[in-house]
């Protein structure tokens, strides 16, 4: 019997806020047995609680639905209203016709759907002088207002221009930080909506809220500007009041509200915060306060897009404790947190009124013990506490984050006592999804650190490094990194959102840009860069199988097609290139730039193609194919010769050309030997970059090489991931050699490019930058065996195909997929491969068994012939492959001799 849970709506759990009329509704089905299909459903939707639990769909009752569709059910009930909050259920019936009855309830709430629902003005407050840094103090505001009645249900609309943290009754709302999410502001801006009804009390009451500068007027980026978007923060907020007895009450932001300075002397994302506790007005958020010395503010209609919050928001989602503390010298004391993450520390601290404690933030240290921080280049990343002299003080920034593993403290004077109770790790809120692990423990390490690079730059948008004058939303790392990303977390909403900034970017030419959202690096999208604007849709539909996703962003991908073209009517990509920095960062290689921009291009064909396909467009489908074949067709005259070398004979060349299907069926043996070969004259080295790397591994086990591509992931040379791990790194690097064996580090002094507007740029050496980690899409499809493709026939969705080797005899990966968790582990033991698998209920896989002979695998102790949820459908290099319906098995055969399959 089928058991619904884990319901989604826009694929987040009860999700506040909604601007869709038409959400998608999703749920994931249990069983304990095997072969359990959904051959029904019945969805519920109700406005009360009451309704819904006495089974009256008031909104939409859906009926039964003769479907297997368990994701992506499009609400198609009653049109509903502003702040309307739905309630929702479902049962569905497995082949049987039996049902479990109807799932626990689910809740989603409406947004604010029409423009003049908004009744709040903008707020602000002219502050003083800025400093020396051009910055200037955060502004406090607060209102009070009445409610004379018992409040049924209180919702908060907001939006800023720059962050918020939002207050009421002296109460927290929320557990947001660093918010609204980035977005171009000039095109929209996004709300955010909480259910305050707990934190409101009879009487008066006092809505407040602290403005930082964030994104839209302080530093962003590496010009060393500010002010991009304007010149101040803005408050916009709109409290819903419903009382007792049905009246309402509307409490927006207006002219009735004051506004004053506090104890946050600066707030800025790349500079830090500098914080004054006696500056602090106990109670400014609470009734009963004398704000008789506070400000009016200014006020401005609202003349701006507003848009709900689709994705999950930025929090504090763990907090780690300090692992070492070190005294190298004088006043300094530097604490390793033992991890490298973005975020911000919690200090506690004794002292006189008016002494100061400074914090600096870095990620690797000097040789003598003291935080390094010359990589920050124009980030000054400090953050000051100056004491109120009251005890013991507790405190955390409000509108900085840093990427850091060790932060050096220094006390002025030394009688000062100073603590760090945490490191307060900060990201978007995304719900993990992925597991892996074998028994090479540098491996497993390489795992983690691949998911904690994700951590630190999925800031509310997917930035290239957490710690520098950067932070930005580059589409080229993006792209390399997505599906390692996917399989990571539930990207989902994250990347959707995301992806409305770089449609938001897009040129009036056509181009994709470099970053979205489009700031301080404004030229168009650079191959690898631009074309993630088809890439990531493409890559979001094999993960979730979202065809409005398609749908939505499918005129931004032609009018970016039109755009190539247009140039380049010989089909080869040599015009519009834009800053082309080709496979960025590779080493010691360097493949020819209109030969990677070509093959690009080609994907990008084949990806429309598909796409269109998807939905319906069939003779758009056709013209992409057509155009993907003359692309290859003068990829091959130009650049591949008879014997399959391919100009510029690099690692990335060979890779794309494998993993794209750019060659001749007869060319692939010839050019996957050249690409063996490097790899053996350098010692078994790679030599690929960011758009290299994510096709490097899979186009060797595809062809024949994985133990190739297992001597490079257990590699510990420069350039090797095992380096970064035997330097310490526990996250991936930008550079491949940026901590050298002799302990120096690379100098980020040189400059690296010279930018056709900022002219020469400083060299770059995160620590923290996940565009090399994409090789954690081929540790859970090739190591782990897990490989997902909502795109591919129903049996072809879901293939568990380990790829044993590299003297690995263990390994693990697991999948949260949108219909249920799919788990794999594997392992080598006294002769025998043995492999348990886990598929979700409602679906099938192909399994792959390193054996040829049907008669040597067994399940659970009996031939796998006499297993009715097990067929055994054909042999493909190397491999039994069998057919399997939903449950969990344990497969076991000969152990593989050799090199192994593929």
């Given at each position: 019997m089928l058991v619904p849970n884990h319901l989604r709506c826009e694929y987040r759990r009860d999700p506040l806020g909604l601007d869709i009329t038409a959400p998608r509704l999703s749920w994931t089905l249990e069983s304990g047995d095997r072969g359990q299909t959904q051959r029904a459903y019945h969805v519920l939707v109700a406005d009360s609680e009451a309704d819904l639990a006495a089974d009256r769909g008031t909104l939409w009752d859906s009926g039964r639905v003769e479907s297997g569709q368990s994701a992506h059910v499009v609400y198609a009930g009653e049109p509903l209203q502003s702040g309307q909050r739905c309630w929702w259920k479902v049962r569905v019936w497995d082949q049987a016709g039996h049902t479990a009855g109807y799932s626990q309830p689910a809740v989603w709430q409406m947004g604010l759907l029409d423009p003049s629902d908004w009744q709040a003005q903008w707020i602000s407050l002219p502050t003083d002088s800025d400093n020396e840094m051009g910055m200037r103090p955060a502004p406090y505001f607060r209102?009070?207002?009445?409610?004379?009645?018992?409040?049924?249900?209180?919702?908060?609309?907001?939006?800023?221009?720059?962050?918020?943290?939002?207050?009421?009754?002296?109460?927290?709302?929320?557990?947001?930080?660093?918010?609204?999410?980035?977005?171009?502001?000039?095109?929209?801006?996004?709300?955010?909506?909480?259910?305050?009804?707990?934190?409101?009390?009879?009487?008066?009451?006092?809505?407040?809220?602290?403005?930082?500068?964030?994104?839209?007027?302080?530093?962003?980026?590496?010009?060393?500007?500010?002010?991009?978007?304007?010149?101040?923060?803005?408050?916009?907020?709109?409290?819903?009041?419903?009382?007792?007895?049905?009246?309402?009450?509307?409490?927006?932001?207006?002219?009735?509200?004051?506004?004053?300075?506090?104890?946050?002397?600066?707030?800025?994302?790349?500079?830090?915060?500098?914080?004054?506790?006696?500056?602090?007005?106990?109670?400014?958020?609470?009734?009963?306060?004398?704000?008789?010395?506070?400000?009016?503010?200014?006020?401005?209609p609202n003349q701006d897009r507003l848009v709900a919050q689709s994705a999950e928001t930025v929090q504090v989602v763990e907090r780690l404790p300090v692992q070492a503390v070190t005294q190298p010298g004088g006043n300094v004391t530097v604490y390793d947190l033992g991890q490298n993450f973005a975020g911000w520390i919690r200090l506690r601290v004794r002292g006189q009124a008016g002494q100061r404690v400074q914090l600096h933030y870095g990620e690797v240290l000097h040789r003598d013990g003291?935080?390094?921080?010359?990589?920050?280049?124009?980030?000054?990343?400090?953050?000051?506490?100056?004491?109120?002299?009251?005890?013991?003080?507790?405190?955390?920034?409000?509108?900085?984050?840093?990427?850091?593993?060790?932060?050096?403290?220094?006390?002025?004077?030394?009688?000062?006592?100073?603590?760090?109770?945490?490191?307060?790790?900060?990201?978007?809120?995304?719900?993990?999804?992925?597991?892996?692990?074998?028994?090479?423990?540098?491996?497993?390490?390489?795992?983690?650190?691949?998911?904690?690079?994700?951590?630190?730059?999925?800031?509310?948008?997917?930035?290239?490094?957490?710690?520098?004058?950067?932070?930005?939303?580059?589409?080229?790392?993006?792209?390399?990194?997505?599906?390692?990303?996917?399989?990571?977390?539930?990207?989902?909403?994250?990347?959707?959102?995301?992806?409305?900034?770089?449609?938001?970017?897009?040129?009036?030419?056509?181009?994709?840009?470099?970053?979205?959202?489009?700031?301080?690096?404004?030229?168009?999208?650079?191959?690898?860069?631009?074309?993630?604007?088809?890439?990531?849709?493409?890559?979001?539909?094999?993960?979730?199988?979202?065809?409005?996703?398609?749908?939505?962003?499918?005129?931004?991908?032609?009018?970016?097609?039109?755009?190539?073209?247009?140039?380049?009517?010989?089909?080869?990509?040599?015009?519009?290139?834009?800053?082309?920095?080709?496979?960025?960062?590779?080493?010691?290689?360097?493949?020819p730039r209109d030969v990677l921009a070509t093959a690009l291009w080609a994907f990008d064909a084949h990806l429309m193609a598909e796409m269109a396909q998807v939905i319906g467009r069939a003779e758009d489908a056709e013209r992409y194919a057509a155009l993907c074949d003359t692309i290859k067709r003068a990829f091959n005259d130009a650049y591949v010769s008879a014997d399959g070398r391919i100009q510029g004979d690099t690692q990335t060349c060979y890779a794309l050309a494998l993993q794209m299907d750019l060659l001749p069926e007869e060319l692939r043996p010839l050019a996957a030997r050249h690409l063996a070969d490097d790899i053996e004259r350098r010692d078994w080295h790679l030599s690929t970059g960011f758009l290299g790397?994510?096709?490097?591994?899979?186009?060797?086990?595809?062809?024949?090489?994985?133990?190739?591509?297992?001597?490079?992931?257990?590699?510990?040379?420069?350039?090797?991931?095992?380096?970064?791990?035997?330097?310490?790194?526990?996250?991936?690097?930008?550079?491949?050699?940026?901590?050298?064996?002799?302990?120096?580090?690379?100098?980020?002094?040189?400059?690296?490019?010279?930018?056709?507007?900022?002219?020469?740029?400083?060299?770059?050496?995160?620590?923290?930058?996940?565009?090399?980690?994409?090789?954690?899409?081929?540790?859970?499809?090739?190591?782990g065996g897990i490989q997902v493709n909502a795109a591919a026939s129903d049996d072809q969705r879901i293939v568990i195909r380990p790829y044993p080797g590299g003297g690995l005899t263990y390994a693990r990966a697991s999948y949260e997929a949108l219909y249920g968790p799919i788990e794999s582990e594997w392992r080598l033991e006294d002769g025998q491969f043995r492999l348990t698998v886990s598929i979700p209920a409602n679906t099938t896989a192909t399994v792959y068994l390193p054996t040829v002979n049907r008669a040597e695998v067994w399940e659970n102790g009996q031939p796998v012939e006499q297993v009715a949820e097990a067929r055994v459908i054909g042999h493909e290099d190397g491999y039994t492959v069998l057919a399997v319906e939903s449950g969990t098995y344990d497969f076991t055969c000969f152990a593989p001799s050799g090199r192994g399959p593929g």
């Open positions: 209102r009070v207002f009445a409610a004379d009645r018992r409040v049924v249900r209180a919702t908060l609309y907001a939006a800023a221009k720059g962050l918020y943290r939002l207050r009421l009754n002296g109460q927290s709302i929320g557990a947001d930080v660093l918010t609204p999410d980035w977005t171009d502001y000039r095109q929209r801006i996004i709300y955010n909506t909480y259910d305050v009804t707990d934190l409101m009390q009879s009487g008066d009451n006092v809505l407040g809220a602290i403005l930082g500068d964030g994104w839209y007027c302080g530093y962003v980026g590496f010009h060393g500007l500010r002010d991009h978007y304007g010149d101040r923060p803005h408050l916009l907020a709109q409290l819903h009041l419903e009382l007792e007895g049905g009246s309402a009450v509307v409490v927006t932001t207006d002219e009735r509200w004051k506004g004053a300075t506090g104890p946050i002397l600066y707030s800025d994302m790349l500079m830090g915060e500098a914080y004054d506790a006696r500056r602090e007005t106990p109670g400014w958020d609470s009734p009963g306060f004398d704000d008789a010395a506070w400000r009016p503010v200014s006020v401005a003291t935080v390094y921080t010359r990589n920050l280049r124009k980030a000054r990343a400090v953050d000051t506490y100056i004491l109120k002299g009251e005890g013991e003080e507790v405190w955390e920034p409000h509108f900085t984050y840093h990427g850091f593993r060790y932060v050096e403290l220094d006390a002025y004077p030394n009688t000062v006592q100073a603590d760090m109770e945490a490191g307060c790790v900060v990201y978007s809120a995304l719900t993990e999804t992925g597991e892996f692990e074998c028994s090479n423990p540098m491996v497993n390490q390489l795992w983690r650190n691949i998911l904690w690079g994700q951590r630190g730059n999925f800031v509310s948008v997917p930035t290239d490094c957490p710690q520098r004058d950067e932070r930005l939303g580059w589409l080229g790392d993006a792209l390399a990194f997505g599906p390692t990303a996917c399989y990571n977390m539930d990207a989902a909403a994250f990347f959707t959102r995301w992806l409305v900034n770089v449609e938001d970017a897009q040129s009036e030419a056509g181009a994709f840009p470099d970053v979205a959202p489009r700031l301080v690096a404004l030229t168009d999208g650079a191959p690898g860069w631009g074309d993630a604007g088809v890439f990531i849709p493409w890559t979001l539909y094999q993960f979730y199988g979202d065809t409005r996703l398609i749908e939505q962003f499918y005129p931004a991908m032609m009018r970016w097609m039109d755009y190539l073209y247009e140039a380049n009517p010989r089909c080869l990509r040599t015009e519009r290139l834009n800053k082309n920095y080709g496979d960025w960062v590779s080493h010691t290689s360097d493949t790397t994510p096709f490097l591994l899979p186009a060797l086990s595809e062809a024949g090489y994985a133990e190739v591509a297992y001597r490079l992931l257990t590699q510990d040379t420069v350039p090797s991931w095992g380096h970064m791990i035997r330097q310490g790194a526990t996250t991936i690097w930008e550079r491949w050699d940026g901590l050298r064996a002799d302990g120096s580090l690379f100098d980020p002094a040189e400059p690296t490019f010279i930018h056709p507007v900022m002219g020469p740029v400083a060299g770059m050496n995160s620590f923290n930058h996940y565009g090399l980690g994409s090789v954690g899409a081929w540790l859970y499809r090739y190591v």
